[in-house]
Structures are given as C-alpha cells and as structure tokens.
C-alpha cells in the first residue's frame, strides 16, 4: 500500500497542499494547529467533499505512541511508530531548577530529525544500526504536537539533539522550522530552538547564510582531532580546522555565541590534555561548552569518568580561562540519551519475532 503524506508536511503559500486556494490552507492550517483536530470530519468549516477528498489522500499525525516513560515533573521520553512502522524518540525535559530558578516554565523538547543516523558516532545509540530514511517535515512537528497532547504540557523550547543529524535533513529540517515558527503555525520564535550538529561544516555555513536566528549547538567530544576522529569518524571529513572556521563563520553572520558539547568518556577523551585543548577551542570561538558524564550505552564498551576525574576535568577547562558546566543528565535511569530506548525496543523486537 502507498504510505499516504501528511498534512503536517504542508506549509500554506510556501509549499501548499496541491491544488489549494490559500484561503483554504489557512483554514486547514487552522484546525491543524490552533484547534489541533484528530478527525478530518471535525474540520466543520470545510465542505464535506473537501474533507472526504482529504481524508482519503492525507493522513493526520503521522505518528503513534509506542511507550511513554517517566512522570510529568520529571523528564519523560515517548517513543513512536511512524505510519511505515519505524521507531523514533522524543524527550521532554522540565526547567533544572538549579539552572533557571524555582519559578521558571521552561519545558524542553529534544526532537528526532531521521531514523537512524549515517554518522556512527562510536559512543551514540542512534548510529549503531545505520541510517534508515530523514523524517519528513510532518514527522518532525507532529512529534512536539503528539508530545504536547500526551503530557499536556505547553513546549517553549526545542531542541534538535535526538536521533539523527539535523544538518544532514537540512531541507526537511527548515521546511519543520518553518511551521514551527509561523503564526499560523506552532508560534515558537526560532531563538527558542537550538540545532546541534556532529560538525557538517559546509551546512553550518548554509544555516549562517539562512535569515533564521536559531541557537546551534556543537558535538565536539574531542578536543584535537586525533581524538575526535577516534569517537566521531565525520571528523576525517570536516577535521577540527574547518569546524572552526565554519562556527566562526556563523558567528560573525548571526552575532550568536555558538555551545559546545563534550561527551566525557574513561580513558577516551577525559586527558587533562584534552582539557586544555578544550579550553583553548572554547577560547577561539567565544564558547561555552557543556560537559557531559557519559551515559552507558548497551552494546558499547565504555563507561562515565569518576566524579573526581570529571570535576578535574571540568576545573583544568576552566582554569584554562574558558566556561564550562557539567550537565546532569535528568533521564539517566530512563535511558534519556538519545536513541537508547529505541534500540532496546528493536532489540526486543528481533528477538522476539519468530522469522528474525
Ligand atoms: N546528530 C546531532 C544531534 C543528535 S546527538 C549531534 O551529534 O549533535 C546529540 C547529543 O546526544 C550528543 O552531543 C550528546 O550530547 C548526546 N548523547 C548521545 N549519546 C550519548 C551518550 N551515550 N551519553 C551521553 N550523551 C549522549
Ligand atoms: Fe548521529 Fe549525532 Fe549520534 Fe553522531 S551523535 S551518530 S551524528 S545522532
């Protein structure tokens, strides 16, 4: 059976749904996003023939809830089927308290951009077994939709680090930011969303170029390129010199600090070699950069640094004369790095199946 569009792929004038006058695709944008229906038939001010023609050409949310995990003060992760029967995830992250104070709503939510992910990052679940397809537009927005029905919470804060590599669905990606951004659409301004990129170099230049103001985040994880390539093999393709000159580059367009990320790994990339190196990156770009305990991944071999190695760590980086914060990860005992629970679920369901 052909796998039928989504609605939420449709962008009114921009990319409208064939044939439509733009009278219409407000209309549908309308109950879409604003009413947030879950029947065609419940779109009362379109004629019956227009809902039957749609109903049969279009699905609604492209996707279903597979498994919620977590309670609603803390981080919850959803996974989802897509309507071909694929696997993503989403994390919703409550405000840190510590980080924003009591009194802050923020709701953080960590997005999935493609099934799998082609750039098998040696210590991230999402690369293990290879790159399946990109999501589509729809499948990108129906995620923060999906989310907010479920856990009926508002979501003001996006953030791309869930499974896949934004940068490389860069079209899909932006057609997503779109809808998300547009008063028709989620309404959320795109200073409310961050990209993190494992370093696509020639794409971080496109978004810089882009009239967006979105926060990008970068995976750096190494500190020299000896050491990224040996965690993160797209660093033989974009070494750490044109990274850098990428993100100053996106720096000088969009006046916009860049964050970095850097997973501590034992005995991999937790050198206080390493931290002086970092600190000396952080200092070139004007970064910050989170640090991040390595969250075991099922499968992998390695394992989080000690508490004492990641506060040396963290005081050698900034004793170096840059910023650093360590990041709890809230989801730790729920699997919360991105596409862990994913794969356990596949797992389950291979063995499982009889013909596997
Ligand atoms: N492809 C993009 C976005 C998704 S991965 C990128 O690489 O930036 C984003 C982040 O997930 C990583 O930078 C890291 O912060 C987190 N992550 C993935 N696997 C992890 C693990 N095993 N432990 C801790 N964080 C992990
Ligand atoms: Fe892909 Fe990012 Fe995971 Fe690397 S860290 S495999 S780029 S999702």
Redesign the pocket.
Known sequence: MEKKASLYDFLPQEYPIPGKTVYRQKQIAEWLYQKRVTTFEAMSNLPHELRTELAHTFTLLPLELVTRQGAHDTTQKFLWQLTDGQLIESVLIPASPALYGEASDRKTLCLS?QVG?A?G?R????GLEGWKRNLTPGEIVAQILATEKISKQKVNNLV???????LANYDNLMKAIEIINAPWGLNLGARHITI???GLAPQIKKLADSPKQIRL???L?GATDEVRTQIMPVNKKYPLSQLLEACLYYQKKKRKRITL?F?LIQDINDSLDQAQHLAHLCQQLHAKV?L??????EG?PWERPSENRIKQFAKTVCAHGATATVRR?KGHDIDA????LRLKTERKLATSSPTA
Request: aromatic share 10%.
């Open positions: 951009t992910c750039y990052c210590f991230c679940a999402s791309f680090m869930g499974m896949g590599e934004p993190s990129t494992s985040a970068i995976s994880h990320e997973i989170n991040i305990p390595y969250n075991r991944v992998l990860e790095a991105c596409g862990q």
